[in-house]
Each structure stands twice: as structure tokens, then as C-alpha cells.
DNA sequence: TATTAGGCTCACAATTTTGTTCGTCATTGT
DNA sequence: ACAATGACGAACAAAATTGTGAGCCTAATA
């Protein structure tokens, strides 16, 4: 879906040259991410229940959201045995803890 | 350019509402935000001189983040006196300086 | 007289991000 | 037999963000 030779893909790259902080906000700009990270955080950690903390969103979009938070190494995905169908709990990784403590100084 | 009505826009008005992080992370998640501003806390306060600090950006891409900055009261736009053409410095608000710690927090 | 400096703005095109619709899978309850 | 549950994925459409090309203004300077 990116353009790897985009003049946009080209900025964004020299940016997270620059310094981690571009790469950091890119992590948690995505629309919903933020407040996704922190409702797991608050234990919020099932699918089913993060669709209760975001009225609005669509499977398909939390579905999304999750899996950049996982490619990005943020979250991981842990299936809980005995469960039918299988459920799935999301588990913030120490990049993701890390992340918390900043998030909440930004609602100052 | 906003559509008032847009699905896109109802929600990042909730995301908003939930909680002040949305609205935060929205101010410096645009591709040079975070960066130019960080250029100006350094006392790269002109527009050539961010020019300098960021090389691939072009003279409407970085007129427009410098104007959304400064519609969202992160900076403010001062004209030096006896300069001609007129010059202009760029001075953070008290809220633009509360950004940098956090910045700088993000960079590890 | 042509150029330069310093700071922009407009209109439009390319890219990216968000959202929508529909479908899937395995099993249990009705 | 059929809906419901939990957790997604594909394909496409809508909207938003970024980038591009060209132009403008004033006064000093080459």
C-alpha cells in the first residue's frame, strides 16, 4: 500500500533519521491507536471489550489498528487456550508500557 | 476542506472528547510538526532557517504547518521591525513550550 | 534592468489514511 | 437447521494529508 519511492514515503524515512521522535508519533498517530493502547492498558484487552470503549469503530478498523500496533511490536497477540471460538487477549509489549506514561503526560 | 459530516471527523471529534491525549497528539502529528517545532525551541525561528533544517520540505508544505501551528496556538508569528523585506520570527506560546519536554521524552 | 531575499498563497495532483460492506471459521445453545 | 459468538480479512470507496508548479510583494544590489 505505500509507495516506496514516494516523495512522501521519502520525507517521512528522513524524518525518522532525524530523530526517534518522529518515528515515536508516527507509532501512536494513527486514528484510534492511542486511545486503544490505553484501554488495554486500563484492561480493556479483548476485542469484544475494546468495541465497548470505542462505540463507533468498525470490526474491520479495530481489527487494523491492532495488527499496526502488533507489526510495530507494540502489542502481542496471545490466544487463551479452552476457549471456543478462540479468544484472543492483547498484551502491551515494554515498548507499548513505555508508552503509557507519556500518553498520559499529554493530557496535561 | 473538512467535511463537517464526514465519519472520518465525527469521530476524531469523540476521540477529542474522550480525552485531551487525542486532541494532543493531533497538534504534532503532522508529517514536520513535531520536528519544526523543535527546530524553533532551538532557535531556528525563521522561515529560511527551518528551510535549512529541512531540506526536502518546500516553501507551501512548510507556510502551511507553519499556519496550522499557528491556528492551533502553538506558535505565534511576530514581524521584525526594520527588516525589508519584512521578516518574521517565530515564538512558541506557553503551550508550544509545554510540548518540548514531552518531545524530547518521546525520543526514547 | 534583472536578480535576490524572505515569506508566503493558490490550484491541483499524488499518496495515504479511514471507513464501509460483505464474508469466514468453528462450535455451542435454541 | 440456524443464529450467535469472537476475531478478524478482502475489496473498494470516501476523505484527508502531502507534495508540486507557478506566482506575488518590496526594496536593495549587481
Known sequence: MRKENSSNTINE?????VCELNS?????????KSQILYS??????????????LPNISDQVLGRQLKELETDTIIIKKKIPNTVPV???????VKGWNLIPILENLCN
Not at 524515512?13 to 533519521?17: A, S, T
Not at 515515536?24 to 484510534?32: F, H, K, P
Not at 492498558?41 to 468495541?51: E, W
Request: hydrophobic share 45%; aromatic share 14%; no cysteine.
Open 87 to 93: 479468544g484472543i487477549e492483547y498484551i502491551l509489549t
Open 13 to 17: 524515512q528522513f524524518l525518522f533519521q
Open 40 to 53: 488495554i492498558s486500563q484492561g480493556n484487552n479483548r476485542f469484544h471489550l475494546l468495541k465497548k470503549e
Open 24 to 32: 515515536a508519533i508516527s507509532l501512536i498517530s494513527g486514528r484510534w
